[in-house]
């Protein structure tokens, strides 16, 4: 088990810069599942309304997508180390603000703070990940995202477990104040590392001082460049339906399973699990870095299958296996097409590749939940069918991923090969006569 674990303490004990920006993301992604159950309580407390409690999540959800083009263009032009201290420090501030909240009438903060914070996140998380390969070598980069997508898992399995013992223990109020610590902690951690970036020519500045223009040419060099644009779109529709069958996990424990929160708690710690062991296993089975586009396609494919038996069964265990199951290749999705999007962006572009990715991704999961939420307020279908049908949607998807997708990918990875062979002088050798 050491003998696994080693190249991931070598990493961590061997690469200072890496070491640091991988602590700050695991006590700020803390602070983040730490506090948001302290939210919902305020939300509870003062209104006593489902739809406020899941206006909440739709202003988080939409303010990540509409400031994303703008974010990834902040992200490419502006130091990255400097943005990311300065969204801790402000993400710390505004958590303080939800103190602020204390009753119907001061509810309205609570949305627009979240928006206000959400919009920091969406500066953060493109400049954390562009960053990633600037601070490893090319043969650490695939740890490094394994590591910081099994550190994701573990804090989103045990954060909201203990914030919400520390909501109902010490109150809102003292979880806001952690809450803004870890942010400011979090961002003295990465003000002490040294983050390397390619910085745009300043004839390349002067034609993107326009914020419009930077964003344009984001768009653009995705859709010039299939290499990059495939794996920036695995996320997004593996999500088309992954978003809708993750929140109705939330309606199997209560109508099915009849547990309420402890059997969301266990559903979404068996998904934790699964993210964080998915990409480990998802390396040793393609091993092969010019395959993992097809492996993306499988995953979706597993995913899909494995959430298809979530509808048939009302076993409690076996429900657990599944869906950690289906996680793993969620998980593995998540890693192999982040680091092919590392490997593939140039520096000054990867920002806006990544919030690109990140504006697909939340837009498929908000239009995903809604579709599933509807399908049910209206009855059209059951719990179950409704599970199979977005299960089986993400099949399909899969399906077409590798049918479509793939031979566009073996077409590049042929054209790339043919390069490196001739670079490398390679001769066909003489026939003997």
């Keep these: 088990m050491n003998r696994k674990l080693q190249p991931y303490i070598d990493l961590v004990r061997g690469n200072r810069n890496f070491r640091l920006l991988w602590l700050s993301q695991v006590i700020s992604n803390f602070g983040d599942w730490f506090g948001i159950l302290a939210i919902y309580a305020l939300i509870q407390t003062y209104s006593g309304s489902e739809f406020l409690l899941g206006l909440i999540i739709v202003v988080k959800m939409l303010s990540l997508a509409f400031f994303s083009p703008l974010a990834g263009y902040i992200t490419d032009r502006f130091n990255r180390k400097r943005l990311m201290v300065w969204c801790d420090l402000l993400r710390g501030l505004i958590v303080l603000g939800f103190l602020l909240i204390v009753s119907f009438e001061t509810l309205w903060l609570a949305y627009v703070l979240t928006a206000l914070q959400m919009m920091l996140s969406a500066i953060f998380q493109p400049a954390k990940t562009s960053s990633i390969p600037n601070v490893t070598t090319p043969d650490e980069l695939?740890?490094?995202?394994?590591?910081?997508?099994?550190?994701?898992?573990?804090?989103?399995?045990?954060?909201?477990?203990?914030?919400?013992?520390a909501t109902a223990w010490l109150g809102t109020d003292l979880v806001f104040i952690i809450n803004s610590i870890t942010y400011f902690y979090s961002g003295w951690i990465i003000y002490l590392a040294i983050v390397p970036q390619a910085e745009m020519s300043d004839q390349e500045k002067k034609r993107t001082r326009n914020p419009l223009v930077g964003i344009k040419e984001g768009f653009v060099y995705l859709k010039r460049n299939n290499q990059v644009l495939r794996p920036a779109l695995a996320k997004g529709t593996m999500t088309m339906c992954l978003g809708a069958l993750v929140y109705?996990?939330?309606?199997?424990?209560?109508?099915?399973?009849?547990?309420?929160?402890?059997?969301?708690?266990?559903?979404?710690?068996?998904?934790?699990?699964?993210?964080?062991?998915?990409?480990?296993?998802?390396?040793?089975?393609?091993?092969?870095?010019?395959?993992?586009?097809?492996?993306?396609?499988?995953?979706?494919?597993?995913?899909?299958?494995?959430?298809?038996?979530?509808?048939?069964t009302n076993s409690l265990l076996l429900m657990l296996l599944l869906v950690m199951i289906a996680h793993m290749a969620s998980g593995?999705?998540?890693?192999?097409?982040?680091?092919?999007?590392?490997?593939?962006?140039?520096?000054?572009?990867?920002?806006?590749?990544?919030?690109?990715?990140?504006?697909?991704?939340?837009?498929?999961?908000?239009?995903?939940?809604?579709?599933?939420?509807?399908?049910?307020?209206?009855?059209?279908?059951?719990?179950?069918?409704?599970?199979?049908?977005?299960?089986?949607?993400?099949?399909?998807?899969?399906?077409?991923?590798?049918?479509?997708?793939?031979?566009?990918?073996?077409?590049?990875t042929g054209e790339l090969l043919q390069k490196e062979t001739d670079r490398q002088g390679y001769k066909v050798p003489r026939e003997k006569v």
């Design 332 to 412: 593995a999705n998540w890693v192999m097409s982040t680091v092919l999007l590392q490997r593939r962006t140039p520096d000054t572009f990867r920002g806006r590749a990544f919030s690109t990715e990140w504006l697909l991704f939340t837009l498929a999961q908000s239009v995903s939940v809604t579709a599933a939420s509807l399908i049910l307020e209206f009855n059209i279908l059951s719990i179950e069918q409704t599970i199979g049908l977005f299960a089986f949607v993400l099949m399909l998807l899969g399906s077409g991923w590798l049918l479509r997708v793939v031979p566009l990918e073996a077409s590049y």
């Design 142 to 165: 695939v740890n490094a995202n394994i590591l910081s997508a099994a550190s994701w898992s573990v804090i989103f399995t045990t954060g909201m477990a203990i914030g919400g013992l």
């Design 248 to 312: 109705l996990l939330i309606i199997v424990s209560e109508d099915i399973l009849m547990m309420g929160s402890i059997g969301l708690g266990l559903l979404y710690a068996a998904r934790g699990i699964g993210t964080g062991i998915g990409p480990v296993v998802g390396r040793r089975v393609f091993k092969n870095e010019r395959k993992w586009v097809k492996a993306m396609g499988i995953c979706m494919v597993l995913c899909g299958l494995f959430y298809l038996m979530v509808g048939f």
